[in-house]
């Protein structure tokens, strides 16, 4: 319960109705979803900022300046695959991930909110799944010997777990969010069908 639902009952007034409260929570899941996200896009922005410096680097040291550098090649993969991953929560945010929209679309309003929900909690296994998995993924990891760094490969691996752990509590705050705010889902995702008719239909209106 928010600090200003306290004062309102400590001053004498009546309790917040249910349509308030469930706003509240509405508003507050999505409020933190968007805040780990402002966090995860930063760390993605600085991953892609590596990821172009260390590919420049080696495109320098092969070509122009012969210098006996062996790591941009390994770095250059594992700072791709922890950016990939972790944007996948991203698109959770935004609900920018490829779908079908043709069907959902049609449906009753009711009705997508509960598809919608369906959509996250399979989305949620698939990422709880990956997420316990991927601990496992990590601890052989520490058996096995990165090629150039020497390291144990249990240190890039574990991006595997973290993006799934987060994408797990995305997929939960923004379901949240969906199931009990006033406004029902419009998409379940970023359509894959209806972008050519969309384009079709701007360029009828330019004409």
């Not at 600090?3 to 409020?31: C, D, H, N």
Request: aromatic fraction near 12%; hydrophobic fraction near 55%.
């Amino acid at each position: 319960m928010s600090f200003k639902i306290l004062l309102k009952i400590k001053a004498g007034g009546s309790p917040p109705a249910r349509e308030e409260t469930m706003a509240w929570m509405a508003q507050g899941a999505s409020s933190l979803s968007h805040r780990i996200n402002w966090l995860v896009e930063r760390v993605c922005v600085a991953l892609l900022i590596l990821l172009v410096l260390d590919v420049w680097l080696g495109v320098l040291v092969r070509y122009v300046i012969p210098l006996p550098l062996t790591f941009t090649e390994e770095l250059a993969r594992y700072l791709m695959i922890w950016m990939a991953l972790l944007a996948v929560s991203s698109g959770i945010v935004h609900r920018e991930h490829i779908g079908v929209e043709f069907i959902f679309k049609k449906l009753p309003a009711s009705a997508r909110r509960w598809l919608a929900v369906a959509f996250d909690l399979i989305a949620f296994a698939f990422f709880a799944a990956l997420f316990w998995y991927g601990l496992d993924f990590v601890d052989r990891g520490f058996k096995r010997i990165t090629m150039i760094y020497a390291i144990p490969k249990a240190y890039p691996f574990m991006g595997v777990p973290l993006a799934a752990g987060v994408a797990c509590i995305q997929i939960m705050l923004i379901g949240i969010h969906d199931f009990i705010s006033e406004r029902v889902p419009e998409h379940s995702g970023a359509a894959i069908t209806g972008l050519g008719t969309e384009n079709l239909q701007a360029g009828e209106e330019e004409r």
